[in-house]
């Protein structure tokens, strides 16, 4: 990416301007062309992108501002896919950590409630990175070719289609939200087909 | 033959498979939505439900390779299509988004009004999705979808007599197709009531899309003329009769209760008609905006999407075409429930 798509990098991380041996940052707001309120991980990004502590990462001003994308979208949605998936991953290991040491199961708490928000946590790491890769090339929709705005259709009434679509998907997440209650409370066992047989239509 | 005749030729070829096959499920729905009240069309469901089951997604995938031969190798003549056409386009999603969710949940409703909230969603957007498609093809077919970003007419190019006349064959083929596939599946279970059931609603349906079909040519003839005239003389013309000839023999082997054959011949009319529409424009791409070879993609571009296209229907074939055959054998589903 720092070869193909620098400025997607640069606002990942929040490189204002072109520097040599740049930093990392955990956390923290873009303002005025630096994260404030960060930990820095000094000449992290150079080692991580380039190989080499020392190397230049070309910084967002290397572009008019009207071809960058909106950093701090794209910084949170970028931190907050790689948190998640720290996180995951340390799950892994401290679960096989406490298998092979002790051979059994963790017995923390903290644990099993991490497990529980582990499904939903993915589904928002997923959702994280598509923002990451999607906001992080605006302007562009084929990066450096064509723009987003030249891109988009110019069919009227685009706003009643996206409302209509929210509409069905709504619906859908109530109708599977239903579903998934159905089938805790039934014991998947007893079939609900057996049910709607023997009751007299 | 050129790398974009060749890109035609498997759009039309897609095009096909999805007709006859994702056809047939969709007019499942339709026999489904006029099976009658809940207690009188419920075997007549329950078949449909059963035959469906296995195979009810699994169309999709041709509709998925024809868009993305379309689009990658027809880029500007994809665009406008789809920009003008949207409202169909649109419509068709939706649809084919629903009755897939409402086939799911089906299976689940444990009160007779949940199972017709879901079944009528099924069977609506069963009959809602062929008859959007086929009006967005009767669009282009009739020359209404200028080169541009919607420059076209939303709601006429695809409200107009061609794209009327299409939308409803799109819709009774689908009921013809899934009537020989049903009678079928219900001959296999000994299901005699229903085979009886599904012969006659082929032999009808049949029947009726045959008159439409030539009836329709009047209306080609008045709102699309060359294209009738493409599909009245020379190559298109061959394909015409081919399918008359297919449409007819199908009949008469539904009629002898051949319902096996019938589907093989059934199949070979409905591919006449796709290649005689794409041979009766050619080479004209939107009619009367661009023609095959000016639409076309860039040959590096061509052969890479040719290449992948290969090499995607040798991974997919072999497991598509095992599971039809354990469809059509009956061997992927249990004997028939009733609920």
Request: include cysteine.
């Amino acid at each position: 990416m720092a070869k193909d798509q620098p400025t997607k990098l640069a606002a990942f991380e929040g490189l204002g301007h072109t520097t040599a041996g740049a930093p990392m940052h955990i956390g923290g707001v873009y303002e005025n062309g630096a994260v404030r309120g960060g930990i820095e991980l000094p000449r992290m990004l150079s080692l991580l992108a380039r190989h080499d502590a020392n190397a230049p990462i070309q910084g967002l001003s290397a572009v008019p501002p009207a071809d960058r994308p909106p950093v701090n979208v794209v910084r949170f949605a970028f931190q907050a896919m790689v948190a998640i998936g720290t996180l995951l991953a340390l799950m892994g290991i401290a679960y096989l950590a406490v298998w092979w040491r002790r051979g059994r199961l963790p017995r923390s708490h903290w644990f099993y409630r991490l497990l529980v928000a582990a499904g939903p946590l993915s589904l928002i790491a997923l959702l994280a990175g598509w923002t990451t890769t999607e906001v992080g090339r605006q302007p562009w929709v084929v990066y450096g070719v064509m723009r987003t705005s030249t891109g988009v259709t110019a069919a009227r009434g685009i706003g009643i289609a996206l409302v209509v679509l929210l509409g069905v998907y709504a619906a859908l997440a109530a109708a599977i939200f239903w579903l998934l209650r159905r089938l805790a409370r039934h014991s998947p066992q007893s079939d609900v087909r057996e049910e709607l047989r023997l009751r007299p239509a | 033959m050129s790398l974009a005749d060749a890109c035609l030729a498997g759009i039309a070829l897609g095009m096909t498979a999805y007709v006859v096959l994702g056809g047939a499920d969709f007019g499942g729905g339709f026999w489904d939505l006029t099976a009658g009240g809940a207690e009188r069309g419920r075997a007549l469901r329950d078949l449909v439900r059963h035959s469906m089951g296995p195979v009810w997604e699994a169309n999709h995938v041709w509709l998925i390779f024809v868009l993305v031969l379309a689009w990658t190798a027809f880029p500007v003549a994809f665009g406008s299509a789809m920009s003008t056409l949207y409202v169909a386009g649109f419509l068709a999603v939706a649809g084919i988004v629903l009755r897939g969710a409402a086939f799911a949940l089906r299976g689940q409703a444990s009160s007779l009004p949940e199972a017709r909230l879901f079944g009528a969603a099924f069977a609506l957007s069963s009959v809602l999705v062929p008859f959007c498609l086929g009006a967005a093809a009767g669009g282009i077919a009739s020359g209404r979808v200028p080169v541009g970003n919607a420059a076209g007419d939303p709601w006429a190019s695809w409200l107009n007599p061609t794209s009327l006349l299409i939308g409803v064959l799109a819709v009774l083929l689908s009921a013809y197709l899934a009537a020989v596939f049903l009678a079928a599946d219900a001959e296999r279970a000994g299901l005699l009531e229903l085979r009886r059931a599904f012969r006659a609603r082929a032999l009808a349906t049949g029947c009726v899309a045959g008159a439409i079909a030539i009836g329709g040519l009047l209306v080609l003839r008045a709102d699309a003329r060359a294209l009738f005239d493409g599909l009245t003389s020379g190559r298109g013309l061959i394909c015409v009769v081919l399918s008359a000839l297919a449409g007819l023999a199908t009949l008469v082997l539904v009629w002898r209760d051949r319902f096996a054959a019938a589907r093989y011949v059934g199949a070979v009319a409905v591919a006449a008609i796709t290649a005689g529409w794409a041979l009766a424009q050619y080479p004209q791409l939107l009619p009367g905006e661009l023609t095959v070879a000016q639409a076309a993609a860039p040959d590096a571009t061509l052969v890479a999407l040719l290449v992948s296209a290969v090499l995607g229907a040798l991974t997919i074939a072999p497991a598509q075409l095992a599971l039809y055959r354990m469809a059509v054998t009956g061997r992927l589903a249990g004997p028939v429930e009733t609920s």
